[in-house]
């Protein structure tokens, strides 16, 4: 079984079950500490659609924490948010700005790892 993440009627994203409920549980939580929204919108238990006008925002807020900070363990934590939020944004038609050399190398390195996200 599987889990879908949609925006509209196009899936951007269909993990195996587990991992989609993870990436969910990881992100909303992410988004309590950051103080933001989501813009995931769970339609069943094993699916979500994403709500661009607040999935967009809460990527940008992960992104720039992720290449603001110091702290090695955080960078990590949040790179398993960050990744997969950033391959959806792009399989939606959307990208984020790379406004420094650290979202510039992390947005190179996502081809690769889009590769081993499922549509």
């Known amino acids: 079984m599987s889990y879908i993440f949609d925006v509209d009627d196009q899936t951007v994203w269909s993990p195996a079950l587990r991992v989609g409920q993870l990436f969910t549980h990881t992100a909303e939580n992410l988004a309590r500490l950051l103080g933001c929204q989501t813009g995931l919108a769970p339609v069943a238990n094993d699916m979500s659609d994403l709500d661009l006008q607040l999935f967009e925002p809460f990527a ?22 960050l990744a997969p939020a950033l391959v959806m944004l792009q399989r939606a038609g959307r990208t984020l700005p790379a406004t420094t050399p650290q979202h510039q190398s992390f947005i190179d390195s996502l081809d690769q790892y889009a590769r081993s996200m499922p549509t």
């Open 60 to 81: 940008h807020k992960v992104f720039d924490e992720y290449c603001t900070t110091t702290n090695t363990i955080y960078r990590e934590l949040l790179r398993s948010v």
